[in-house]
């Protein structure tokens, strides 16, 4: 499967931005997925993910209660919901999909990644 992420855009603080991940060239509901990002001179950071049927999700601490992720597997899509941002937020972010089974993917599991897409958060 190839990913796709797009959505980036500057924005201004407490604003919300969508991020979208279209999925290609293989079976899509069958990953589950996740959302990273990684700002300048940091470490990529794991933010979020989703299982294959939608119905299991899981947030770290740094999107929980501001950000949601949901799929729609007719479409191949993963969403990143963002609201009420931060600057700190400002960041590349990714998205990503582990094969493997389970309902929860750890963050070293996943292996296939799309290209980025820049968020800024001006203050």
């Known amino acids: 499967v190839q990913l796709q992420a797009s959505g980036g855009g500057l924005v201004q603080a407490g604003g919300s931005l969508r991020l979208p991940c279209a999925a290609s060239g293989g079976t899509f509901s069958s990953y589950n997925m996740g959302w990273f990002r990684q700002a300048p001179g940091k470490e990529r950071e794991f933010l979020a993910s989703i299982d294959r049927s939608g119905k299991y999700t899981y947030f770290t601490d740094s999107a929980k209660g501001r950000f949601t992720i949901s799929r729609d597997n007719a479409k191949n899509t993963v969403y990143l919901q963002m609201s009420r941002l931060k600057p700190e937020d400002t960041a590349v972010y990714y998205c990503?999909?582990?094969?493997?089974?389970?309902?929860?993917?750890?963050?070293?599991?996943?292996?296939?990644w799309g290209q980025g897409t820049q968020v800024t958060v001006s203050s």
């Open positions: 990503a999909a582990d094969g493997g089974s389970g309902t929860y993917s750890y963050p070293n599991r996943y292996n296939v």
